[in-house]
């Protein structure tokens, strides 16, 4: 499944008809992977499980499939899919490199077919309360809490899409394109494990980390990551700071982590 996105406004699925892996089926994050925007849930809220489901169904996606998901960002943005997949119990993996990955064993070999599938028998479940994670929780004294934006960003130097700049207080920056390496492919477990113990999460405390970006896409690729050293996932705040950031009530930290 092809799930390229970009948040400058691009069309994935203009860079999908451009050429894409044999059989691979375009998902469009904003009609299948987001529910409508709202200053609460964010930019990017997750679907209802019903909307999810249909666009799985309507993909050729089975309730038994093994999904392989990539982008062309080092599975920064294939995480959403992967982790919505997996969260509600059936099987889903990033393709470790992407389209890039992909290009330097099969050269030549993109298509601008596009993947014809019968249609899939993908259930509805609901979105387990125990994986995600509100405001109030990413905020509060017993989160371990996790910006997965980069650092520019984080330290609310710039912030092209948001309407306050900084972060959650006491969130710590674990950027999520910092868990890959030159060729975009992840990092060797033991450097994963020290990229995210600069940030204080270690196998005996992961279960209590909350995982947020602007929107609670690439936030994912944390959580993914930490289930590949072999760490609890932790939980999602889908919002993020596209919902944090305009709660005025709020307070917000600028600068580097304390």
């Known amino acids: 499944m092809d799930v390229r996105w970009y ?32 200053p609460a849930g964010g930019r990017n809220p997750l679907p209802s499980p019903e909307v999810f489901a249909e666009g799985m169904r309507a993909l050729g996606v089975n309730d038994s499939d093994i999904v392989v998901a990539y982008d062309d960002q080092g599975g ?11 969260v509600t119990g059936r099987r889903a993996a990033v393709l470790d490199g992407g389209l890039r990955a992909y290009l330097q064993v ?20 609901p979105w387990p309360a ?12 017993g989160a371990l ?3 997965a934006r980069n650092r520019d960003r ?21 950027p999520c394109r910092e868990n890959l390496d030159s060729e975009g492919r992840l990092l060797p477990p033991q450097k994963m494990r020290a990229h995210f113990a600069a940030a204080g999460v270690r196998m005996e405390n992961a ?15 944390n959580l993914l990551a930490l289930e590949q050293v072999g760490y609890d996932t932790g939980r999602l705040f889908v919002g993020g700071w596209s919902a944090y950031s305009r709660d005025d009530g709020r307070q917000v930290e600028t600068g580097p982590a304390r």
């Open 7 to 38: 948040l400058d406004g691009r069309s994935g699925r203009a860079a999908y008809e451009a050429g894409h892996l044999p059989g691979a089926v375009f998902v469009d994050l904003d009609r299948w992977l987001t529910g409508p925007p709202t």
């Open 76 to 86: 920064v943005i294939a995480a959403r899919l992967v982790w919505m997949i997996r």
């Open 106 to 125: 099969f050269p030549e070999t993109l298509t601008v077919e596009e993947a014809v599938t019968a249609q899939g028998d993908f259930t509805a479940r």
């Open 130 to 141: 125990g994986h995600l994670a509100d405001a109030d929780e990413a905020a509060g004294p």
């Open 145 to 147: 809490t996790i910006d």
């Open 154 to 174: 984080f330290i609310g130097q710039t912030d092209p899409v948001d309407p306050r700049p900084g972060h959650v207080p006491g969130a710590l920056n674990v």
């Open 207 to 221: 279960s209590q980390v909350v995982s947020y970006c602007g929107s609670g896409v690439t936030a994912c690729h």
